[in-house]
């Protein structure tokens, strides 16, 4: 089982302030998905991320895939209190079980 | 669509009481269910993986006679913390998919069990 290392472990910024969280991993992902969950409730799928190089766009959510598919990045644009969460990268293992890496909690003050 | 309830949402319980928690997909069939446990400020935990009609499969670590798996149906699973102690105070999250080996899980809102 590889281990997802996610940084930083917490976050807190300004409303209208750029955010980037990261996940990586020693090892290559096969996928990568990105979850956000708020206090009290349970992880809401952001995006999966497959091919290497990979960039998909979540209105003001980007994430990307690294080339070698063991790095992966979110990067929030003009964050807003909306986006205040704890935001977990998973991977799915061989046996179709996910692994989540430790999160990073992200708070955004208007 | 793929929606998954969990219920109750919310429990406590003395000390040595055993208390369940269901897990339904309501709009799917879902052969698999996956529990977990979360505490304060750390990430999901996998507690044990339940096929529908089989005995579920524990990680490591994690006691199976305290912590009773049922899935006897294609949407409904239910977790039993038998003699409960405060140590075990967590929010639990199932989830389900549609078969084991796919990349989609969804999840349910999560349960808190407080135990007194």
């Known amino acids: 089982t590889q281990l997802l290392k996610q940084s930083p472990q917490f976050l807190s910024i300004q409303e209208g302030e750029n955010l980037t969280v990261y996940c990586n991993s020693s090892?290559?992902?096969?996928?990568l998905q990105w979850y956000r969950q708020e206090p009290g409730e349970g992880p809401v799928l952001l995006v999966t991320?497959?091919?290497?190089?990979e960039v998909k766009k979540l209105k003001r959510l980007t994430f990307q895939f690294g080339d070698a598919r063991k790095d992966s990045s979110l990067h929030i644009t003009a964050a807003q209190p909306g986006d205040t969460g704890l935001y977990l990268c998973?991977?799915?293992?061989?046996?179709?079980?996910?692994?989540f890496g430790a999160g990073t909690q992200v708070v955004v003050t208007p | 669509g793929a929606v998954v309830s969990q219920h109750p949402s919310w429990v406590i319980c003395k000390s040595g009481t055993s208390v369940k928690i269901e897990c339904r997909s309501l709009?799917?069939?879902?052969?698999?269910m996956f529990w977990y446990r979360q505490f304060p400020k750390q990430s999901l935990m996998l507690m044990a993986t339940?096929?529908?009609?089989?005995?579920?499969?524990?990680e490591q670590g994690v006691e199976k006679d305290k912590f009773l798996i049922n899935h006897a149906s294609l949407t409904l699973s239910t977790l039993t913390v038998t003699s409960a102690h405060p140590e075990d105070s967590s929010f639990y999250i199932c989830?389900?998919?549609?078969?084991?080996?796919?990349?989609?899980?969804?999840f349910g809102p999560g349960t808190r069990l407080t135990v007194l």
């Open positions: 989830s389900a998919g549609g078969w084991v080996f796919t990349d989609t899980q969804y």
């Open positions: 090892s290559v992902f096969s996928s």
């Open positions: 991320v497959v091919t290497g190089g």
């Open positions: 998973a991977e799915t293992d061989s046996w179709g079980k996910l692994q």
């Open positions: 709009d799917f069939q879902a052969t698999t």
């Open positions: 339940s096929n529908e009609g089989s005995k579920a499969t524990y």
